[in-house]
């Protein structure tokens, strides 16, 4: 087997004391900065560039380190949505549902150990798959035109009744304000604005980590000000010591596996990405479990299906970025940026041309999940005992490292005020039981739909059956239809049933 | 002060001759921090000059300067533009990279109430040239079937780009066609990509028959065979071994249409600080750790410095305003 000759030759290089040490470095620095609200891997690994050139490590050092940092960063995600109910960023949004109500019934070490285990295994498989079928995907990608694209969106969104689903119209209104906020800004496939008010700030449109922080971090800071005004603070969660046993961990055993295969293939389409990974991964594991579990009330297979899913669909980005130089998420193009300095030309020949440098990328990717999975263990103890401070403290520590987080990304006080009516309208949504997950869903796919949509009417001069006009997208209709209806038809007889009992 | 004095003798070992009337030896004027605004998200073609010219800059300097890249992601470079003009008007510490994605648009008044004018410009320091390719299956063999299907029929076509309508991708396939006589190029097809890469698959995937780009982004596929390139838009051919791509000036039209890479500063730096950039951009544009960058990433060579690249920067908004005009972009 060549592959695993190439593999070994990889090890080789990310096993020498140096190229360890910083895999270790870069595993918690990526931790820490996913764990902070508004910081994302692009954003972890854009910081940690310089200082590789800095300290003048050779390409290799340098991309462990930095291949570390992303996987770091995919893990950390995880942290503050399990403990603070506020996603580290965007696709650790679904981790959100199921982890912080484990939190609150005293199981966030519970919580956090299984979602580094899931993330683990996610990962896992999709670097599996990232060794055996990475060229045949990329080719795969390649048949993905405009038509195929705007079927994957209307599945993600003909799925999206999976999630929050206790008011199914309060779901599509939320995803219904989160594409509206999405046609916001320059209108690419004309040019003109739209809803801009002539503010430069808005001419690119709203940027979703602006939007999650605001929803989801300042608008727990005011319903804990509501609670909490004037009087003493509510009681705190109380915390279990860690204890995991097998069963639990068999029960999340096959959610990963399947999350990190549904990652995997997010990841590797260039656009669709971890976000999707996550939710697609999420939604599919509620179907599948269906009644049998608890989910959104603290089910551990809700946090390990977007934590696998998550964290396969970022291995599974690198499929596009290794084989046909294309970065399909700006954490990828950041690597690529960086891989191009060393002299490697992005490309279809990447794989052949440069096989040392990729085979060394993806034993580090191995390796730095092996570390990330020895690193969070022994860390949850740290991490939960940030939940004893008491909220009162907790939350304008929190508060103020999500504004410098927002600042940090655009150096935009106009982003700051924006993020804080995002806290506000997320503050009365959460009163009005108005999910918050479907708006940023809308945010993240609502460009990329709209896009396609045009694309196709563009080509096709406006003839709408182009929309299936390939077999790849009749069956991506199929499935979405499919999506939509079987919950229908099956959960009345479903509820029959549990009646009957 | 050792590694000062370092500096002050390389710095002007280099530039002697060239601005003599400076006398930069005697003190670096400008050391610390710097600042390079790259106002784009990390990842693009923007924050790929601030961290280049950045490590060029600090290891040329032998440490003395240290450039920071803020990443000011806005209105396409707006948002960036407008920081430099209200906030750092005197701030000789820092540089903003720019592009022809900046001139065209100066030139169509998408950075409302601003114009190139209000800043001063500094050097360029490569250029990335355009490039029309097909799908290696395509039925397009030439420059001038291309051209021939456009006069038969402007619709008949789909181009692909990274750029918005109207934006320098869009302009690069109106151009082209203009100058060689197609009529109606309103219903020229072109559809808009968020990056060159994506262009780039829908076209290698054949759902798109034409890529617009540049060459940095289809080389590797030019390389591998998946595209077929048509033309360089420009004078010159590529390095090699992509030189055998003929140019548009060979094929018989008159477009050159190639994104170049460099800086401007804000407006009211004195005269003396802004040589001292314009200077040091160019010593460290010279140095063979540049064009090693260069080739690896698929720029051509391209430089101009100090007055007449910040003439040539006016006169590119001045004739892409027209352009655009006639071609119906902007009214």
């Known amino acids: 087997m060549e592959t695993i000759g190439l593999l070994m030759d990889g090890f080789n290089t990310a096993l020498s004391l140096e190229n360890f040490l910083y895999a270790l470095i870069g595993c918690f620095v990526g931790t820490l900065i996913g764990a902070l609200p508004g910081l994302g891997p692009a954003n972890g690994v854009a910081i940690m560039i310089p200082l590789a050139f800095t300290l003048g490590l050779p390409p290799e050092t340098a991309l462990i380190m930095l291949t570390s940092v992303y996987s770091g960063a995919m893990y950390g995600g995880r942290i503050s949505s399990i403990l603070l109910n506020i996603p580290g960023d965007e696709p650790a949004m679904m981790t959100c549902l199921?982890?912080?109500?484990?939190?609150?019934?005293?199981?966030?070490?519970?919580?956090?150990?299984?979602?580094?285990?899931?993330?683990?295994?996610?990962?896992?498989?999709?670097?599996?798959?990232?060794?055996?079928?990475?060229?045949?995907?990329?080719?795969?990608?390649?048949?993905?035109?405009?038509?195929?694209?705007?079927?994957?969106?209307?599945?993600?969104?003909?799925?999206?009744?999976?999630?929050?689903?206790?008011n199914p119209v309060k779901s599509v209104l939320a995803a219904g304000i989160g594409l509206a906020i999405a046609t916001m800004g320059i209108d690419l496939s004309t040019g003109t604005q739209r809803?801009?008010?002539?503010?430069?700030?808005?001419?690119?449109?709203?940027?979703?980590?602006?939007?999650?922080?605001?929803?989801?971090?300042?608008?727990?800071?005011?319903?804990?000000?509501?609670?909490?005004?004037?009087?003493?603070?509510?009681?705190?969660?109380?915390?279990?010591p860690l204890r995991l046993n097998f069963a639990s961990i068999r029960q999340i055993l096959p959610t990963s596996l399947r999350g990190g295969v549904l990652g995997f293939i997010a990841g590797v389409l260039p656009g669709a990405g971890a976000s999707l990974g996550s939710f697609v991964s999420y939604t599919l594991e509620k179907r599948i479990v269906g009644s049998k579990g608890f989910f959104g009330e603290g089910d551990p297979r809700g946090i390990a299906a977007p934590e696998a899913g998550n964290n396969g669909a970022a291995a599974g980005a690198l499929v596009p970025m290794l084989t046909l130089g294309i970065p399909g998420s700006a954490t990828t193009a950041v690597l690529l940026a960086m891989l191009v300095s060393f002299n490697i030309t992005p490309g279809p020949l990447m794989f052949t041309q440069n096989a040392d440098i990729v085979w060394g990328v993806i034993a580090a990717l191995l390796l730095g999940n092996i570390l990330l999975l020895l690193l969070n263990i022994p860390l949850v103890g740290i991490f939960v005992r940030l939940l004893s401070i008491p909220p009162r403290y907790l939350l304008p520590i929190v508060t103020m490292v999500a504004f410098v987080g927002v600042y940090a990304i655009s150096r935009s006080v106009f982003d700051l005020c924006f993020m804080i009516a995002f806290g506000v309208v997320g503050y009365i949504f959460r009163k009005a039981e108005i999910p918050l997950v479907p708006i940023i869903l809308g945010m993240l796919l609502g460009p990329e739909m709209e896009k396609n949509l045009r694309h196709v009417?563009?080509?096709?001069?406006?003839?709408?059956?182009?929309?299936?006009?390939?077999?790849?997208?009749?069956?991506?209709?199929?499935i979405a239809v499919a999506g939509l209806i079987i919950p229908v038809i099956i959960g009345p007889i479903m509820r029959a049933r549990i009646g009957k009992q | 002060m050792k590694i000062k004095t370092k500096l002050a003798v390389a710095t002007a070992s280099l530039i002697i001759g060239l601005t003599s009337t400076l006398g930069i030896a005697a003190e670096p004027l400008i050391t610390g921090k710097v600042d390079c605004i790259a106002p784009a998200g990390p990842g693009g073609g923007w924050d790929f000059t601030c961290r280049s010219i950045g490590r060029l800059l600090n290891n040329f300097s032998n440490g003395e300067i240290t450039v920071q890249t803020l990443n000011m992601p806005g209105a396409g470079g707006g948002v960036g533009f407008a920081h430099m003009i209200t906030k750092r008007r005197n701030d000789s510490?820092?540089?903003?990279?720019?592009?022809?994605?900046?001139?065209?648009?100066?030139?169509?008044?998408q950075f409302p109430g601003m114009n190139s004018g209000m800043v001063r410009w500094v050097g360029a320091i490569g250029t990335d040239p355009g490039i029309i390719a097909v799908n290696r299956e395509s039925e397009i063999d030439s420059l001038a079937t291309?051209?021939?299907?456009?006069?038969?029929?402007?619709?008949?076509?789909?181009?692909?780009?990274?750029?918005?309508?109207?934006?320098?991708?869009?302009?690069?396939?109106?151009?082209?066609?203009?100058?060689?006589?197609?009529?109606?190029?309103k219903r020229i097809k072109y559809l808009s990509y968020n990056n060159g890469g994506t262009a780039v698959t829908q076209v290698v995937g054949g759902h798109i028959d034409v890529l617009v780009g540049v060459a940095s982004s289809s080389k590797g596929f030019i390389e591998s065979g998946d595209l077929r390139p048509l033309a360089v838009l420009g004078h010159s051919h590529l390095s090699p071994p992509l030189d055998n791509i003929p140019t548009s000036f060979e094929l018989g039209l008159d477009v050159e249409a190639s994104n170049w890479r460099g800086f401007y500063m804000p407006k009211e730096v004195s005269e003396e600080e802004y040589q001292w950039w314009v200077s040091n951009l160019k010593a460290a544009s010279q140095t063979d750790e540049w064009k090693r960058t260069m080739v690896q990433n698929g720029l051509e060579p391209f430089s101009l410095f100090g007055e007449e690249f910040d003439q040539f920067v006016n006169k590119q908004v001045e004739s892409l305003a027209n352009i655009s005009k006639e071609i119906g972009i902007i009214k």
């Not at chain 1, 509501?226 to 109380?238: D, M, S, V």
């Open chain 1, 98 to 166: 199921d982890g912080y109500p484990m939190a609150r019934q005293g199981k966030a070490a519970e919580a956090l150990a299984l979602s580094a285990l899931a993330s683990f295994i996610g990962s896992l498989v999709a670097t599996i798959g990232l060794i055996f079928l990475a060229p045949i995907l990329a080719r795969f990608a390649l048949s993905f035109g405009a038509a195929e694209y705007f079927a994957l969106f209307v599945l993600a969104f003909a799925t999206l009744g999976g999630v929050t689903g206790k």
């Open chain 1, 195 to 240: 809803y801009t008010f002539n503010v430069l700030e808005l001419f690119e449109g709203v940027d979703f980590i602006v939007a999650i922080v605001g929803l989801f971090a300042i608008s727990e800071l005011l319903l804990f000000i509501e609670a909490n005004k004037g009087a003493a603070p509510r009681g705190e969660i109380k915390m279990n």
């Open chain 1, 457 to 478: 009417m563009q080509i096709h001069d406006g003839n709408w059956a182009m929309l299936w006009g390939s077999s790849l997208s009749i069956g991506l209709w199929c």
């Open chain 2, 93 to 109: 510490k820092v540089l903003a990279a720019a592009s022809t994605a900046t001139t065209a648009r100066l030139a169509q008044n």
């Open chain 2, 146 to 185: 291309l051209i021939k299907k456009l006069k038969e029929d402007p619709s008949s076509v789909t181009f692909a780009g990274a750029s918005a309508i109207g934006g320098w991708d869009h302009l690069k396939i109106l151009m082209t066609a203009h100058s060689a006589g197609v009529s109606d190029l």
